[in-house]
């Protein structure tokens, strides 16, 4: 038994008639059914991307204002030094960066849970189910590392194991996803290893605005434009189709 469609649709103010709705209905359905046999992890979310990166972009502001607190006059010069981070700098960097996180990933998450209901996608098997099974294990560990690094004292190796780790999860599900969330991964795996090898307080929060608000941003965008492209593509693409 088919399940009834989402509740947009049954609203007709305009007075459309049966048949009209019947084609939408038959359009969206060709969508979904589309995606669903490309095989690609399309319920990723266009906003929910980009909101994630605003609340990168904030976190990135408010880690530059306490950076120049904590560093005082010369700023540039002390922070852009390679060598362990002043511990006034690192426990607000460390406060700010999780509770960015624990902000914008149910965020992220719900967005493309609203997405996947609105379009009919599974979200626990298929092409989305098999994507996040493949990311989980990148996420797992760059929470266990974030731990062992902030108990061992070592914060100035969290921007590149954050973004890293980020990167790959994204790449590891490349056969499932779309392509912005291929660059997206791909560009967080580079700023990571940037990360890594110039792990100083200015260039490691450069890369962290770059790769978590700056590329999360275009990647949004991106998405978003795609799926509305696609629905705009739809009632032609159905019509070939029938």
Partial sequence: MAQPFPTPLE???AGESSSDLGRVRADLDYIRQTLEQAGTFSAVSGAGVAVAGIIGCVASALSWWWLGQSYGPRVWRAAAAAGPWRPAYAGPFLVIWVAAVALAAPLALWALYHKGRKWRLPLRRGPTGRALRSM????????LLTLALAVHGAPQWLPGT?????GLALLSAATFSTPPVRWLGRGLAVLGVVAFFLPSPAVTLACLALGFGVLHLIAGWWIARATRLSLEDAPAAAGRAR
């Fill in 11 to 13: 609203f007709n103010p």
């Fill in 136 to 143: 989980a294990p990148g996420w797992l560990a760059a929470a």
């Fill in 162 to 166: 954050w973004l890293l780790l980020a």
